[in-house]
């Protein structure tokens, strides 16, 4: 039964949980919005060689996230959907892949099944699933390649080694594309003590050479043509966003080297009280090849990431397809066993949880009203997230032997249900566009749009498709591109912003989009002039100005 509904079921989860959600909540700063404008102005100038962010030189990324993204956008309109679509998808097929690899290592439907679901239903993943930014797709080209370099060593003809080898090249060529060297590194961090330990050496010289040509081939067209195009491209590229990222003490993201070992617990929810039986019994295990394989991708990457200066969260993603498989090895063994405790623990430490959220939900409703009188339906949605929670866990602890797959309904009923479930403080905070949309037809008339915040900047030129939006009193992310002389006058400080309204306003109206939390925010909107249209939603304001006789 499991071997025919498996596949079925999941797709009827991803479609249910995963794509139906993307239409439902606004992009959420800063990510979306910025990878959803970089992909939209490729598709509005035609220059899918050098990333532009609202017109500003971008290079912090290689280009084939942002190709897929604006592919999607092609394809489904560039609308919410089109924009999240590559991250569905390539988490799908890495869902896919982790059922694929579990076949080919035990040959067990339930196992194979089991893999799909737990690397489908953790926290991190699920997530990522509905969210635009490049990690799921980085993601997806590591866990290719990985899949493909388990299936080179265990394919037995040379025609097949050929393939899988040439597979793992091409995974690596966009990986790198995608998101840079570190593409190329993981694969080798992993196959090289792993063909040492098994005393195979001698077929990595062999057959490595067809991934590094097919990784070459793939990667050298785009590599040529945006050094020809932009020759400071890899200078930054290389230095900022690897060495310095790497090892400079005032790295982005600064964080200390244990960061990633909770994150992990946290990552692996609502499965993360199978960890100690899972670890346990994988390093039991680990002088079997296939257990052997599986800690080094988990492990080795995990060290790697945890001795850069720079971390964030989404950066373990590739390590947790392996932990997924050797999860769902240790769970169907305890399954079959019939030895429930630790299913058992998991179900009850996730009602735990659940529980305890809902009444702090309660408490802070009473004391603080979080939502107001008006947001009946947020709020009932999310009481009906936890509840969800409550009662799919419950069912675990209550039956672990034949329920135990019930936390994974929990987590996709998170990830659908909860971003409509947020307070408008944090849409209004955290989602500028749904704000920017309803005003949308009288900014489209305007001549000039000016922004004192990125997030904002790039929600209001992706909703009104123009990357024109000069920066007032900010520069952010965008300190390299704007530094460029063709891009001085799109910086505005406070001293330029009154001469700069006069000379727009003289071109036609001007639609100004400014977020005010601060006293310095409260100056910057005080320079504006008065006789505009003015709306104000939490901390956004919408100003639209006439043009001057």
């Known amino acids: 039964m499991i071997k025919r509904w498996a596949l079925p079921c999941l797709l009827l989860a991803f479609g249910l949980f995963y794509l139906l959600p993307m239409m439902a909540h606004g992009l959420w700063i800063p990510d979306e919005p910025r990878y959803a404008q970089i992909s939209q102005e490729m598709l509005l100038s035609g220059d899918w060689v050098s990333p532009h962010f609202m017109g500003f030189r971008y290079f912090e990324k290689p280009i084939a996230g942002y190709w897929m993204i604006a592919i999607g956008q092609a394809i489904f309109g560039e609308n919410l959907f089109g924009v999240r679509i590559a991250s569905a998808v390539s988490t799908g097929l890495s869902v896919w892949l982790a059922y694929l690899i579990a076949r080919r290592l035990w040959n067990d439907p339930r196992k194979s099944f089991a893999a799909a679901l737990l690397y489908m239903s953790f926290g991190l993943i699920a997530g990522q699933a509905g969210y635009s930014n490049l990690d799921p797709q980085f993601t997806f080209w590591v866990n290719l390649s990985l899949v493909a370099l388990w299936f080179a060593l265990d394919n037995k003809t040379p025609r097949s080694k050929l393939g899988a080898w040439a597979l793992l090249g091409f995974a690596c060529g966009m990986g790198f594309l995608t998101k840079g060297f570190l593409a190329w590194l993981l694969p080798v961090l992993i196959a090289l003590p792993y063909m040492i330990w098994q005393k195979r050496f001698g077929e990595l010289l062999r057959y490595g050479p067809v991934a590094m040509v097919v990784a070459i081939v793939v990667s050298l067209p785009w590599v040529l043509a945006i050094h020809s195009q932009e020759p400071d491209f890899w200078r930054f590229f290389f230095w900022h966003e690897h060495i310095r990222r790497f090892a400079a003490e005032d790295a982005q993201h600064t964080r200390p080297w244990w960061f990633f070992l909770p994150i992990m617990v946290v990552s692996s929810l609502p499965w993360a009280a199978l960890l100690p039986s899972t670890l346990v019994q994988a390093w039991k295990n680990k002088t079997q090849n296939t257990t052997g394989f599986l800690l080094l991708w988990m492990l080795l990457p995990l060290v790697f990431f945890s001795m850069s200066k720079g971390k ?12 997924a498989l050797l999860m769902a090895n240790t769970l169907i063994d305890l399954v079959s066993e019939a030895r429930g405790r630790s299913i058992r623990i998991n179900g009850l430490l996730n009602a735990a949880i659940a529980t305890i959220a809902l009444i702090v939900l309660i408490y802070l409703q009473i004391t603080r009203q979080i939502f107001e009188n008006t947001e009946m339906f947020p709020m009932s949605l999310g009481f009906i997230v936890l509840a969800g929670w409550i009662i799919a866990n419950a069912l675990q602890a209550l039956r672990p032997l034949v329920y135990w797959a019930t936390p994974a309904l929990g987590i996709w ?66 300190q390299y591109g704007a530094a460029y002389p ?35 925010e409260e100056q910057e909107v005080l320079l504006l002039p008065i006789d505009g249209k003015h709306y104000k939603r939490g901390e956004l304001e919408i100003l639209v100005f006439p043009k001057l006789p």
């Not at 964030?312 to 932990?323: A, E, V």
């Open 413 to 478: 009923l998170l990830v659908a249900l909860l971003p409509s479930a947020m307070p408008a403080t944090i849409v209004n905070s955290k989602m500028p566009d749904q704000f920017i949309a309803e005003h949308v037809q009288e900014l489209s008339e305007t001549t000039s749009l000016l922004s004192n915040d990125l997030g904002a900047a790039s929600a209001l030129s992706w909703r009104l498709k123009r990357p024109q939006v000069d920066l007032y009193n900010t520069v952010g992310e965008l």
């Open 312 to 323: 964030l969260p989404t950066y373990i993603m590739p390590c947790l397809l392996p932990l």
């Open 486 to 520: 063709e891009a001085e006058h799109r910086k505005i400080d406070m001293n330029g912003v009154q001469q700069w309204m006069t000379e727009a306003r003289k071109k036609g109206s001007v639609g100004v989009v400014m977020r005010v939390k601060n006293a310095l």
